[in-house]
């Protein structure tokens, strides 16, 4: 079918970086509103990328399980090539993204053979969070802390500070997702960098966090950066520290990282402690991308010292 045919069709970029995914929310923002509308003549054209960052490659899929679980399209169609199924390959998306194509079943049935692999770097497959079966907190400390921890035996440090944003990550999502949206987590790291994506299309920060704020009808840029702040919590009266956000964004400062979040409108973005915050395009649910520098880790202990010299530890909850 030619690009002429459809009556709607979003086209990902020949190079989509995280530079550009801004351009690609903004085109999928209307398939938000279009729930159970079953719109015909849909195209997704991944045919052109040639490259892609890890990021980019989450938010197709997402968008897809998105469209495809709210019936927003009848009988869609998928451009690609074997260009673009590689790029899908390198992060663990492709068989993924084509038994979604196929059926739920098999999509359900792809995602759970997916697992950590590793050669000159380590990639953790997309992984579901909210599974109740599929995904609890056996997962990081059975799982993932052997690989990374043989991938990383040099460095402890490292290991402490990839655990801790996993973590952090993990506990964010399950916070705010309210149902069983399947937040999707992924990861690369090398001897240079590790990166840690999570997307989910379900309740976002800005949703949930506003309405536990004191002050109602913020903009979005002001509830992100309320999100952000230490001890801020959508969770009140429970035990929940709201750490989580704020630690993200004092590792990206002190190790001279990258920390970006996107949520309903409006993104926040910390370039190693130049931190912004501005509207963007429509995402419903949210984003949260982290890429820290192996080289400046961090620990818990750099960041709340006197937190853990007063307890001697504080607990990192995997579920």
């Known amino acids: 079918m030619s690009s002429q045919n459809f009556k709607r069709l979003i086209s990902a970029p020949k190079h989509f970086t995280n530079a550009n995914i801004f351009d690609f929310i903004n085109s999928c923002e209307p398939i938000f509103s279009l729930k159970n509308k079953q719109e015909s003549g849909f195209g997704l054209n991944i045919s052109k990328i040639e490259q892609a960052s890890m990021l980019g490659v989450l938010l197709i899929y997402k968008i897809m399980d998105f469209a495809f679980a709210n019936n927003c399209f009848s009988q869609p169609t998928l451009l690609y090539n074997p260009d673009s199924d590689n790029v899908l390959d390198k992060y663990g998306f492709k068989k993924l993204v084509h038994a979604l194509m196929a059926n739920s079943k098999e999509e359900e049935k792809e995602m759970s053979n997916l697992k950590i692999s590793y050669k000159d770097n380590f990639i953790i497959a997309p992984q579901a969070l909210l599974r109740k079966k599929q995904y609890n907190h ?26 801790l944003s996993f973590s952090e990550i993990l506990l964010n999502f399950w916070e705010h997702a309210v149902d069983d949206t399947k937040s999707i987590i992924v990861a690369n790291g090398n001897s240079q960098k590790i990166e840690i994506a999570c997307a989910d299309t379900g309740n976002g920060i800005i949703t949930t966090l506003g309405k536990s704020l004191s002050t109602k009808n913020l903009d979005p840029e002001k509830i992100l950066l309320e999100a952000v702040k230490k001890g801020v919590t959508s969770k009140k009266l429970t035990n929940h520290m709201g750490y989580g956000l704020w630690i993200l964004d004092e590792i990206a400062t002190k190790t001279k990282g990258r920390l970006q979040i996107i949520s309903q409108g409006a993104t926040y973005s910390n370039s190693g402690g130049r931190k912004k915050v501005r509207r963007c395009g429509y995402w419903q649910g949210s984003i949260v991308y982290l890429s820290l520098p192996i080289a400046n880790a961090v620990s818990l202990t750099d960041i709340l010292p006197e937190d853990v010299k007063t307890r001697g530890t504080i607990q990192i909850n995997f579920a």
């Open 138 to 163: 056996n997962s990081l400390n059975w799982q993932y802390y052997p690989l990374i921890e043989q991938y990383y035996s040099e460095n402890k440090k490292a290991v402490s500070m990839i655990l």
